[in-house]
């Protein structure tokens, strides 16, 4: 008797193993599908975070009056392309200039040849050749602006390098999501196989198909969301401690979005779950007693 209870005792712990292996697995890859999907969620940010540090340099001839830059200012703050924007006064364009090229040609030239000028950022939307130039002419037309300059070729390479990453992201996030369903019904067919015997004597002895597949839905639900509650807690935990080390970014302030990727991350927990497991039950109920040997 003490046997028997030893042995069932072994069997429960061997299973309640089993099932946790299979709950970090699938947890495990639902976790990667979920920081796929955040990367995705935030490319767009990020891009636009890097595009908004790119500035266009408008210079102000020496003779300008200062309620014709102010009014500059007030014009351009009330543009839907401004981002912000800064004055840099010939004083401290001097101030800059020495800092980072260790030269002072004041010692020689005896006067300041800078200019006053507007650091004007974009939106991230306008940072685009065509609207540049539409910018450009429009902001011309002040005859106290000398001149405006901005690197053209690092606008054009910063919306290519947006466009090849998107793409290549999307990319690995359908193959990312393939493997994922190839993983995760490969460890539900192996707990399922080793059930194969049992599934066959049930219906043997009069069991119809629903019948016998229904408790190991059943199962393999439970054990998807219990998957998909772990990779949400894994992916909660990562958000908090990015959001720490890199507050700029500001990972936790589209809560909505962050909501439809953790009620996704679940729902493809229960579904790839489900699916695997109907086919897996599917296919050992049609074999044969001796095709179950193999």
Same mark, same amino acid.
């Given at each position: ?37 955040? *990367? ?22 020496? %003779? ?35 800092? %980072? ?17 507007? %650091? ?30 901005? %690197? ?16 290549? *992201? ?125």
């Amino acid at each position: 008797m003490s046997k028997t209870t030893s042995f069932e005792k072994y069997q429960k712990r061997r299973l309640r193993s089993s099932y946790f292996s299979v709950v970090i697995s699938i947890g495990l890859v639902l976790f990667l599908l979920g920081l796929l999907g955040l *990367l995705v969620l935030h490319t767009k940010k990020i891009s636009n975070h890097f595009k908004e540090q790119y500035a266009i340099n408008i210079f102000i001839k020496d %003779d300008a009056k200062q309620k014709d830059i102010e009014r500059l200012e007030k014009t351009l703050n009330n543009k839907e392309f401004t981002k912000t924007l800064k004055f840099v006064s010939k004083k401290q364009a001097l101030e800059i200039y020495k800092k %980072d090229i260790g030269e002072d040609f004041m010692e020689f030239l005896g006067e300041n040849p800078l200019k006053n000028s507007i %650091d004007l950022y974009l939106k991230s939307d306008f940072v685009q050749p065509e609207k540049i130039k539409k910018i450009e002419k429009s902001i011309l037309k002040n005859k106290f602006v000398s001149e405006i300059t901005y %690197d053209k070729s690092l606008v054009s390479l910063i919306n290519e390098s947006v466009k090849k990453i998107s793409f290549w *992201l999307l990319a690995f996030s359908a193959l990312l999501s393939v493997i994922a369903i190839v993983l995760i019904n490969g460890y539900l067919r192996l707990a399922i196989y080793a059930k194969r015997f049992i599934i066959k004597t049930m219906q043997m002895v009069g069991a119809t198909k629903r019948f016998i597949r229904k408790p190991f839905l059943y199962r393999s639900v439970k054990l998807g969301m219990a998957g998909a509650f772990v990779a949400i807690i894994a992916l909660s935990i990562l958000l908090f401690y990015i959001n720490n080390k890199y507050p700029n970014l500001n990972v936790l302030e589209d809560k909505l979005n962050l909501g439809f990727l953790f009620l996704g991350v679940f729902i493809a927990g229960i579904i790839i779950t489900w699916l695997s497991t109907f086919f897996a039950t599917k296919r050992f109920l049609n074999l044969t007693s001796d095709e179950l040997h193999y």
